[in-house]
């Protein structure tokens, strides 16, 4: 007899390991997170991470649930050598852009279409990648050389032949950090970034590649203040930054989720923190450190998926695909190639 899936409640949710707990089986069975998300504490060899990947869908009846995952090249590459080689930054793409754009295009499609070879052979079906974000001078360097560029038209170009070099692969993107996290003169994992930078500025600098990909399936939410927008909430828990912004002039109807909840640029406790954004309009919240007293603080305030975030939810779920291994040595080769040129 086929199980019937158990309703999915908004929220994705990390582990604490390299295997499941059985507290961890029993929560995640009780409260059934519509995702999960992996980092480098639960990733030691293949065999283990497609275990892993296993167990979590099993707790949730075996759907074929999104396991995330941040892997951008660079720095922030949760799987590497010998699982996966070792990949340039954005800002070394963006380089090779702004020498020659098609190669630049080419470079950036490649790599992500050897990230889906990587991930999705893991089980690993969704990477918070591209970036979209557009640094300024003097901004925090949490963004830094993640970025293609500092020019909108650089980032959104080649965050698009990203996403789209992800999706020849069976592997859905996330563009983050919408509306625009490459202001922040602070870390939103330590502190809550204020941006005072006039509206229109934002429009014509900050916003524009999220416009250009905006019917992406899936973003993430950036722990800012837009003091010209709503002066008193981050995007993440604000109505106005969420209706005016993302879902209004930006124009993404998609799935948004948030930004890690546990990180400290939010304020207050964890229920409180998901609380304000389920209330802002956030589809799905984010928590990544798998600690379970945090977790089961989260679960106890994320609602089901209803409405439009069930709609969302299921047209990402209808647009997981595979990929073909046999095409895998090619690509890698063009693409040593051209970072060879670079």
Same mark, same amino acid.
């Given at each position: 007899?086929?199980?019937?899936?158990?309703?999915?409640?908004?929220?994705?949710?990390?582990?604490?390991?390299?295997?499941?707990?059985?507290?961890?089986?029993?929560?995640?069975?009780?409260?059934?997170?519509?995702?999960?998300?992996?980092?480098?504490?639960?990733?030691?060899?293949?065999?283990?991470?497609?275990?892993?990947?296993?167990?979590?869908?099993?707790?949730?009846?075996?759907?074929?649930?999104?396991?995330?995952?941040?892997?951008?090249?660079?720095?922030?590459?949760?799987?590497?050598?010998?699982?996966?080689?070792?990949?340039?930054?954005?800002?070394?793409?963006?380089?090779?852009?702004?020498?020659?754009?098609?190669?630049?295009?080419?470079?950036?499609?490649?790599? *992500?279409?050897?990230?889906?070879?990587?991930? #999705? $052979?893991?089980? /690993?079906?969704? @990477?918070? =990648?591209?970036?979209? %974000?557009?640094?300024?001078?003097?901004?925090?360097?949490?963004?830094?050389?993640?970025?293609?560029?500092?020019?909108?038209?650089?980032?959104?170009?080649?965050?698009?032949?990203?996403?789209?070099?992800?999706?020849?692969?069976?592997?859905?993107?996330?563009?983050?950090?919408?509306?625009?996290?490459?202001?922040?003169?602070?870390?939103?994992?330590?502190?809550?970034?204020?941006?005072?930078?006039?509206?229109?500025?934002?429009?014509?600098?900050?916003?524009?590649?999220?416009?250009?990909?905006?019917?992406?399936?899936?973003?993430?939410?950036?722990?800012?203040?837009?003091?010209?927008?709503?002066?008193?909430?981050?995007?993440?828990? *604000?109505?106005?930054?969420?209706?005016?912004? #993302? $879902?209004?002039? /930006?124009?993404? @109807?998609? =799935?948004?989720?948030? %930004?890690?909840?546990?990180?400290?640029?939010?304020?207050?406790?964890?229920?409180?923190?998901?609380?304000?954004?389920?209330?802002?309009?956030?589809?799905?919240?984010?928590?990544?450190?798998?600690?379970?007293?945090?977790?089961?603080?989260?679960?106890?305030?994320?609602?089901?998926?209803?409405?439009?975030?069930?709609?969302?939810?299921?047209?990402?779920?209808?647009?997981?695909?595979?990929?073909?291994?046999?095409?895998?040595?090619?690509?890698?080769?063009?693409?040593?190639s051209l970072r060879a040129t670079a």
């Amino acid at each position: 007899m086929t199980q019937t899936p158990m309703p999915a409640k908004a929220m994705i949710l990390g582990c604490s390991g390299l295997s499941l707990t059985a507290e961890e089986k029993a929560f995640y069975h009780d409260e059934q997170p519509w995702g999960f998300i992996v980092f480098a504490r639960n990733l030691q060899e293949p065999a283990q991470i497609c275990d892993l990947v296993a167990e979590m869908r099993d707790t949730v009846g075996g759907r074929n649930a999104p396991i995330l995952i941040d892997q951008e090249g660079g720095r922030v590459q949760r799987i590497r050598e010998p699982i996966a080689p070792r990949y340039p930054s954005g800002a070394e793409l963006g380089e090779l852009y702004r020498r020659d754009r098609t190669l630049g295009l080419r470079a950036a499609w490649l790599m *992500s279409r050897l990230h889906a070879f990587d991930l #999705i $052979r893991l089980g /690993i079906n969704v @990477d918070c =990648l591209p970036v979209l %974000d557009v640094p300024v001078e003097g901004a925090s360097n949490v963004i830094g050389d993640r970025a293609y560029g500092n020019d909108p038209e650089t980032v959104g170009a080649m965050g698009e032949a990203a996403a789209a070099g992800l999706k020849s692969g069976g592997v859905l993107p996330v563009m983050k950090h919408v509306p625009g996290h490459g202001r922040g003169m602070a870390d939103s994992h330590h502190e809550l970034p204020v941006v005072n930078t006039p509206l229109a500025e934002l429009e014509a600098h900050d916003f524009p590649p999220f416009k250009r990909l905006h019917n992406e399936l899936m973003a993430m939410s950036a722990h800012v203040v837009y003091s010209a927008i709503d002066p008193d909430h981050p995007a993440s828990t *604000s109505n106005i930054v969420i209706d005016q912004i #993302i $879902r209004g002039s /930006i124009g993404f @109807d998609g =799935l948004l989720m948030s %930004d890690d909840v546990s990180m400290n640029a939010l304020k207050g406790t964890l229920g409180e923190r998901t609380a304000a954004i389920v209330a802002g309009g956030g589809d799905v919240v984010l928590h990544c450190n798998g600690l379970m007293g945090e977790m089961r603080a989260v679960a106890a305030e994320v609602p089901l998926l209803a409405g439009k975030a069930r709609a969302r939810a299921d047209a990402v779920e209808a647009a997981f695909g595979t990929t073909d291994a046999a095409e895998e040595a090619a690509i890698r080769a063009e693409f040593d190639s051209l970072r060879a040129t670079a």
